[in-house]
């Protein structure tokens, strides 16, 4: 039984797209995950096969249907599906890596993608939909965060990352953004390479990084820095 990814969609056609190469393309063919998305548009009833309708209030854009948008669920998730129904809007809460691991080590997640003004509200309370984000920007449509938060879960399931990158998952787990990195040659356009990444003393480069690690986090990250300190005091208390 494989971690199954069920996306609903007006545009399936973009799954699973960029999910074909690479680490989670090597895994889909392995059959370690499964991509299956589904057209919105097929679960629609009248002859024009209509998704959407004014919003009630007035105002631009449109709304998708609740009854379509549930037809759509029922479809994708049979009686007892445990995987999480996840829709994708700037409304939602924002993604962070531990939402990601709790969704990885689950049985999968059926996806929401929304495309016009959203979804009509009365559905996603009647399914229970937790609605997430990818941060305070907007897209054309739910599909290209579905696509980045199914390649955060994906290279987190067993065997599919190895062992060089898995150290990297850790890093960020810790609240910290990475150290940089450096490769040859150690001088490149008269740059230089830190000369402690040379020294050979491991306890040195563990030291450096982690400085290196703190001021970026600090200086780019606020918001993360001080939940770290929180968080930190909050241990030593
Ligand atoms: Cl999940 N959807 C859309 N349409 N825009 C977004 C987003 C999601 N996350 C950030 N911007």
């Known amino acids: 039984m494989s971690w199954r990814a069920t996306i609903l969609t007006l545009f399936p056609e973009m799954f699973p797209g960029p999910l074909d190469v690479s680490l989670a393309g090597r895994a889909l ?3 370690k995950w499964r991509c299956d998305a589904m057209d919105i548009r097929g679960f629609a009833t009248d002859r024009h096969r209509t998704v959407d309708d004014t919003p009630f209030g007035g105002g631009a854009g449109m709304v998708m249907r609740p009854d379509v948008a549930d037809a759509a669920i029922a479809g994708a998730m049979p009686e007892g599906d445990a995987r999480p129904l996840v829709y994708l809007t700037p409304r939602g809460r924002l993604l962070d890596q531990a939402m990601v691991r709790d969704f990885a080590s689950g049985p999968g997640l059926v996806l929401l993608c929304g495309r016009y003004e959203g979804v009509d509200q009365r559905v996603i309370e009647a399914r229970g939909m937790r609605e997430v984000s990818l941060g305070d920007y907007v897209l054309s449509g739910g599909e290209i965060a579905a696509l980045a938060l199914l390649d955060a879960c994906v290279r987190l399931l067993p065997g599919v990352m190895g062992a060089a990158e898995s150290a990297v998952e850790e890093s960020h787990s810790a609240g910290l953004l990475e150290y940089p990195h450096y490769t040859r040659p150690a001088e490149w356009q008269g740059r230089a390479v830190p000369p402690v990444l040379l020294s050979g003393h491991h306890a ?17 990250r606020p918001d993360l820095w001080n939940r770290m300190q929180v968080v930190g005091s909050r241990a030593t208390a």
């Not at 563990?206 to 780019?220: D, G, I, M, N, V």
């Open 204 to 220: 040195e480069v563990a030291r450096w990084r982690r400085a290196q690690s703190e001021a970026a986090t600090r200086e780019r």
């Open 29 to 31: 063919r392995d059959g």
